[in-house]
């Protein structure tokens, strides 16, 4: 094995993966694990011949590491601009957080904005219920003659979008003329 052969292909393998996340960077928002997988995807399926994986995990962390100090990737920055994006559409704590976790962002930054979005929105489940159930039609804006005939489903509607069972009856038992005083506040 000659090292100077490869050390041409090395410098142009690093050359490519900078170009890949650059490219990347520009399309998406991605948190560093999502550039991590799309980098190692790239380098294993076109690099085969003389990289084996532990190489390739090597110069992935080396070109994060160089973005991250550049600040042009960062997970803290990410999980902010995600949750504030995730709480306008109306997703629950709880949903926000699993979507951060799947994502592969650090449980420190996650328990950090969820602890920021408690203390600027206390009720903040509760708002974004409503906000869900105006988005699929559901609790409050259906007919009071379908209301109870849907109860169940609007009820399993909002637990598998992440709220407890407090907030889903809280929101389910809101009148007409309460459900559109509080969605003039939002």
């Given at each position: 094995m000659n090292p100077a052969r490869y050390k041409k292909n090395f410098?142009?393998?690093?050359?490519?993966?900078?170009?890949?996340?650059?490219?990347?960077?520009?399309?998406?928002?991605?948190?560093?694990?999502?550039?991590?997988t799309y980098l190692l995807k790239k380098i294993l399926t076109r690099q085969k011949a003389f990289l084996n994986k532990k190489n390739a995990v090597d110069m992935v962390d080396e070109?994060?590491?160089?973005?991250?100090?550049?600040?042009?990737?960062?997970?803290?920055?990410?999980?902010?601009?995600?949750?504030k994006t995730f709480l306008k559409r109306g997703y629950s704590l709880n949903k926000i957080r699993y979507s951060l976790i799947k994502k592969g962002v650090e449980d420190k930054y996650i328990n950090?904005?969820?602890?920021?979005?408690?203390?600027?929105?206390?009720?903040s489940d509760f708002f974004s219920a409503i906000k869900l159930c105006?988005?699929?039609?559901?609790?409050?804006i259906r007919e009071e003659s379908n209301r109870k005939l849907f109860y169940k489903k609007?009820?399993?509607?909002?637990a598998r979008s992440g709220f407890n069972y407090e907030t889903s009856k809280k929101v389910l038992d809101l009148s007409k003329?309460?459900?559109?005083?509080?969605?003039?506040l939002l």
């Open positions: 410098d142009r393998v690093i050359e490519e993966l900078r170009t890949f996340a650059y490219s990347y960077l520009e399309k998406y928002s991605p948190s560093k694990q999502q550039l991590r070109i994060i590491g160089s973005l991250e100090t550049k600040s042009l990737i960062s997970d803290k920055y990410y999980s902010e601009s995600k949750s950090n904005v969820i602890s920021k979005i408690q203390q600027n929105y206390p009720d105006k988005r699929k039609r559901i609790g409050p609007d009820m399993s509607i909002l003329k309460d459900y559109k005083k509080l969605l003039g």
